[in-house]
């Protein structure tokens, strides 16, 4: 193709309709991320500052972004820096930096900008290279380090680069530090300051997947050795798909090579095979035809997403969503392997761990989507330590575990629970389900008018906690329900006497109303999501 385009976007439509054909024109890719000097808006969101390459995510933007946290550290503002968990510029210069991305088009090159940036100003840093997200987790304590910059937009198409940072406790930013990096780097988006290119120098390269290795032994939570033994001696298939992310190899290198462990989708390909790569259902249709095809006694699949924080299992017999595997997660930590604590979750994620927290004596945090507000119960002087955390968007840690989600601890969490249950997962899942009650969660939305985008929105979706109040009741399919809960964390979540409920919540990223539902039985899902949708649709006045 020799086609001419105006901007990076026209470019990326056309190679993302044929990532086949449209592999050549990737090198117009990089010519507009470096000529591009146009501002963006920084945001970031749950996870990071994300955008299209060439587009917004430009080298001129990236190094606005890397100043913009340069004068965040010298301003020395206390709140800051008791949040980054340092004491002042000097001990960030001395503990340093580690700086790395995941396997994206360009990663190598933003990175290069990035320890440039930080080497003029003095700071230590170390390059990972090509890693993933709990190993910048685990890499910043056993380094000491002041905090990491990832240069990943996690689970987004192939067009998307990203900006992840991470303060010295491993966890991800929260807004008390995103917010000023944001207001910082959009001031100087509006300025007329030109922002050089400055070449890293002598750059030290670190192995954060030894790090890692270490860490998880020292940690105690999963046991390796075990987990080692069932591989070598049981009749077993794990298979593990990387959707051509920075995962591969990872899980070699922990518990070493076997036949009985096999690998897709390991080649490196920046477009990703032209599928978005993120631990969906779809994507999980060649992974789960191994499954069946094989006839080992236990078998194992899971997806992880490019940068190892989001993983979804699957055995032969059915795909196991993260609603379902974090309450397996709280019940073999706490029943098998005797850990004790809290359990928390996103609010909109199945009450299934609910059910077994409550059967268990086990008490149940729920937080706002996000991550970062797990942080409160993962940290190692937390009062209540959380046993699990997990959202129901493919997100998991354990106990004195990374700050971040792990997907690679998601992997060697579930062959432990087949290690020590003797079952696969499905039939661990059947046991826990016998005892503790079914549980149907799903999701939707709809779409909503630009113009409610924010306040408005949020205020015209309040009426439904105003109008369904604790006690009250509502038809749903036909049947009565009594409004036995209102939770209030993250819009508006209505439980039912039968254990049913449904979420209701503004996208804080599109216009649109998202829904969270969970049923007590599978046929019941329609009913409770047109209810949701009718309220939705009353509160909004269409």
């Known amino acids: 193709m020799s086609e001419n385009f105006k901007d990076a976007a026209s470019c990326w439509k056309v190679i993302l309709s044929d990532a086949?054909?449209?592999?050549?024109?990737l090198p117009q890719i990089e010519r507009f991320a470096r000529e591009n000097t146009d501002p963006a808006t920084v945001v970031f969101g749950t996870s990071g500052w994300r955008g299209e390459i060439g587009t917004d995510y430009t080298f001129h933007n990236v190094r606005i972004v890397t100043t913009a946290i340069i004068l965040m550290f010298k301003e020395n503002d206390p709140e800051v820096m008791q949040s980054l968990g340092v004491a002042d510029m000097k001990d960030i210069q001395e503990r340093g930096v580690i700086v790395g991305?995941?396997?994206?088009?360009l990663g190598a090159e933003f990175a290069n900008e990035v320890i440039g940036l930080l080497q003029s100003e003095g700071i230590k840093t170390w390059y990972a290279g090509e890693a993933t997200t709990p190993e910048f987790a685990s890499g910043i304590e056993m380094l000491n380090a002041a905090c990491s910059i990832n240069l990943t937009p996690s689970h987004n198409p192939s067009n998307y680069g990203g900006f992840k940072f991470n303060p010295s406790d491993g966890g991800p930013a929260g807004p008390e530090i995103t917010s000023r990096i944001e207001g910082i780097a959009n001031q100087l988006?509006?300025?007329?300051?030109?922002?050089?290119?400055?070449?890293?120098?002598?750059?030290?390269?670190?192995?954060?997947?030894?790090?890692?290795?270490?860490?998880?032994?020292?940690?105690?939570?999963?046991?390796?050795?075990?987990?080692?033994?069932?591989?070598n001696s049981e009749d077993c298939l794990i298979c593990i798909d990387n959707v051509h992310g920075a995962s591969?190899?990872?899980?070699?290198?922990?518990?070493?090579?076997?036949?009985?462990?096999?690998?897709?989708?390991?080649?490196?390909?920046?477009?990703?095979?032209?599928?978005?790569?993120?631990?969906?259902?779809?994507?999980?249709?060649?992974?789960?035809?191994?499954?069946?095809?094989?006839?080992?006694?236990?078998?194992?699949?899971?997806?992880?997403?490019p940068d190892g924080d989001r993983i979804r299992h699957a055995d032969d017999t059915m795909l196991i969503p993260m609603n379902y595997f974090g309450a397996m997660a709280l019940h073999f930590l706490h029943v098998h392997k005797g850990f004790s604590g809290v359990v928390a979750k996103s609010v909109g994620t199945s009450n299934l761990v609910n059910a077994v927290a409550e059967k268990l004596g086990i008490p149940?945090?729920?937080?706002?989507?996000?991550?970062?507000?797990?942080?409160?119960?993962?940290?190692?002087?937390?009062?209540?330590?959380?046993?699990?955390?997990f959202e129901e968007s493919?997100?998991?840690?354990?106990?004195?575990?990374?700050?971040?989600?792990?997907?690679?601890?998601?992997?060697?969490?579930?062959?432990?629970?087949?290690a020590v249950t003797g079952k696969n997962l499905s039939s661990y899942l059947k046991d826990i389900m016998d005892e503790f009650g079914y549980y149907y969660p799903d999701r939707s939305g709809i779409s909503v008018d630009r113009s409610l985008i924010g306040e408005t929105l949020k205020k015209k979706?309040?009426?439904?906690?105003?109008?369904?109040?604790?006690?009250?009741?509502?038809?749903?399919?036909?049947?009565?329900?009594?409004?036995?809960?209102?939770?209030?964390?993250?819009?508006?979540?209505?439980?039912?006497?039968?254990?049913?409920?449904?979420?209701?919540?503004?996208?804080?990223?599109?216009?649109?109303?998202?829904?969270?539902?969970?049923?007590?039985?599978?046929e019941g899902k329609k009913a409770v999501f047109e209810t949701a949708e009718q309220m939705t649709r009353d509160a909004l006045g269409a």
């Open 20 to 25: 086949g054909k449209g592999r050549e024109l």
């Open 101 to 105: 991305h995941d396997n994206r088009l």
């Open 189 to 231: 988006m509006d300025s007329v300051h030109e922002f050089q290119h400055v070449a890293g120098n002598n750059i030290e390269k670190i192995d954060l997947t030894d790090l890692y290795i270490q860490y998880i032994i020292s940690r105690k939570t999963i046991d390796i050795d075990r987990i080692r033994n069932f591989i």
């Open 248 to 305: 591969r190899g990872r899980i070699q290198r922990i518990i070493g090579s076997s036949e009985k462990i096999r690998y897709l989708r390991t080649e490196d390909d920046p477009l990703f095979g032209g599928v978005a790569p993120e631990p969906s259902d779809s994507n999980m249709e060649t992974l789960t035809k191994v499954l069946k095809q094989d006839r080992s006694h236990f078998k194992l699949g899971v997806i992880m997403d």
């Open 364 to 389: 149940v945090m729920e937080t706002q989507v996000g991550f970062k507000n797990f942080r409160p119960y993962m940290n190692k002087n937390a009062v209540e330590r959380a046993i699990v955390c």
């Open 394 to 418: 493919d997100g998991i840690s354990g106990y004195s575990h990374t700050l971040e989600k792990d997907a690679l601890f998601g992997v060697l969490l579930a062959i432990e629970m087949m």
């Open 461 to 522: 979706l309040a009426v439904i906690r105003e109008n369904h109040r604790k006690g009250s009741s509502i038809e749903i399919g036909g049947e009565r329900r009594t409004v036995k809960d209102v939770i209030t964390v993250d819009g508006t979540k209505l439980v039912f006497d039968d254990g049913s409920w449904l979420m209701i919540r503004p996208s804080g990223t599109e216009p649109k109303v998202r829904f969270y539902i969970e049923s007590r039985t599978e």
